[in-house]
């Protein structure tokens, strides 16, 4: 008897269903001796980029999670390849209900798990902050304390670069300190109680005037859409340089990234690092932090920085804390000179400047935190920048040329009054914290800057006649 035909699609379907149920079974059983942890778990390789982004993503958004890193468990990478789970389909997110994911985007993965969106053709907001960090959570939580409708876009999740800080000490009213992470947290749930709606991912993509009103496209991981709103507050913060090293080339960075070389240092990277040396370049504050968070998890950090001392840029209450932990060495008037690896990094080349003599550092992750370039892509033409990138606000936005501000005079953009202190040369638009021109980049001047932008909020909602409380 002939069998009947089977449509190729039909059966990759099948196929793709089978090895699923192969794979979330044998997780499934995995997890039963040492008891289920909530959430989702993320199958993959600590060197995978993809699994790198899922798991920044995961963090930055607190959602509960396990990851399984096939690096250290080969019956599961055995299983997957068993249940004809190709190299391209990792990582997986499994859901214990029966969900699996094959190398979801972020936006995916929000879905699935249903995190908020800003709702397609929702009402014009009081007040739209592009950044999830510090100085945007600020805004919205004391721009919602006082009835305005409040949006938060953010290409990750809430906390920004500070959502690493091992502690952040200046804040007040934390006389012992705070991690980063608790305060983004804390921030985030302050937030969402006021009736802050937060969407995450969404990337800005541009920003246009509608007469008095300003419009933001944004991507939102598929088609981009549009949100509209009476005043817009960029505090989408800045991203740390690569190295500049005549010996190092764009080529030979690139080829660590996700696999030896980073950018920021979060409690994600740090739990990489257990059990090994890693490298820190950098001489100003998110370096100092980032060595002390990753003191906790490696076996030694090496802080390699070009200054003479550590104080020279970093602040003394961090400078105390190096001193006084074993783990840290201080390479002063030193830099990276070479990356020494095959596929994953195994070497640090360093010089010391003054004598010229090289050394070899046996650090398994190298992290870069040395100089930053703002995030201000989707600015571009619409508000006047410097010439670094970072947003001019105040008397700077007034004194910059009608060109560097995206139109040919202050009043051809609406301009009958001078930009207020955070205020950009577009009105209504402001710019708080770390993509600021001339911001004091540390975790309590970008709350306080977001703080005091609110007031400057309420008097253009007031003089352009949009109700606020």
Do not use: K
């Amino acid at each position: 008897m002939s069998q009947p035909a089977v449509h190729p699609d039909t059966a990759h379907a099948d196929s793709t269903a089978h090895a699923d149920s192969t794979v979330l079974a044998y997780f499934q059983r995995r997890a039963m001796p040492v008891g289920l942890e909530a959430g989702f778990r993320l199958i993959g390789s600590r060197f995978s980029p993809g699994s790198r982004r899922l798991r920044e993503f995961a963090c930055r958004n607190r959602l509960p999670h396990h990851f399984v890193d096939l690096e250290e468990d080969r019956d599961g990478e055995r299983t997957l390849r068993a249940a004809g789970v190709p190299p391209g389909d990792i990582p997986l997110v499994i859901w214990f209900g029966g969900l699996v994911l094959r190398n979801p985007s972020n936006a995916e993965l929000a879905r699935a798990l249903g995190l908020p969106a800003a709702r397609p053709g929702a009402p014009i907001r009081d007040v739209l902050v592009v950044g999830g960090g510090p100085a945007g959570l600020a805004v919205a939580v004391h721009a919602a304390a006082r009835g305005l409708t409040t949006t938060v876009l953010d290409a990750v999740g809430t906390g920004g670069q500070a959502g690493g800080a091992s502690r952040v000490a200046d804040h007040l009213g934390f006389p012992d300190g705070i991690s980063g992470r608790e305060l983004a947290d804390r921030a985030a749930v302050q937030a969402d109680r006021l009736g802050v709606e937060i969407s995450v991912p969404a990337t800005a993509l541009a920003l246009r005037p509608d007469g008095d009103l300003h419009v933001v496209r944004y991507d939102p991981g598929g088609l981009p859409r549009e949100i509209v709103s009476r005043t817009v507050v960029a505090a989408t913060g800045a991203r740390y340089n690569r190295l500049d090293i005549a010996g190092i080339g764009v080529a030979d960075i690139e080829r660590f990234e996700g696999s030896g070389v980073h950018y920021a240092a979060t409690l994600m990277e740090a739990r990489l690092c257990g059990g090994r040396p890693v490298a820190v370049a950098g001489g100003g504050d998110p370096a100092g932090q980032a060595a002390l968070l990753l003191a906790d998890m490696a076996t030694e950090v090496y802080l390699v920085l070009r200054e003479e001392e550590p104080g020279e840029r970093m602040s003394r209450y961090l400078v105390d804390r190096i001193s006084r932990q074993p783990r840290i060495v201080v390479l002063a008037h030193t830099e990276v000179e070479a990356l020494v690896g095959n596929g994953t990094l195994r070497e640090v080349v360093v010089r010391e400047n003054h004598s010229g003599a090289r050394g070899t550092l046996p650090a398994r992750e190298l992290f870069v935190l040395a100089g930053a370039r703002p995030n201000t892509g989707w600015l571009a033409g619409a508000v006047a920048l410097d010439a670094d990138g970072f947003v001019l606000t105040g008397h700077d936005a007034e004194r910059a040329t009608g060109h560097d501000a995206g139109h040919d005079t202050a009043e051809a953009a609406g301009r009958d009054r001078p930009p207020q202190v955070l205020e950009t040369s577009r009105p209504g638009v402001f710019a708080v914290g770390d993509v600021r021109g001339g911001a004091v980049r540390r975790v309590a001047a970008a709350v306080t800057d977001g703080t005091a932008a609110v007031r400057l909020l309420d008097e253009h909602l007031a003089r352009t006649g949009s109700p606020a409380s």
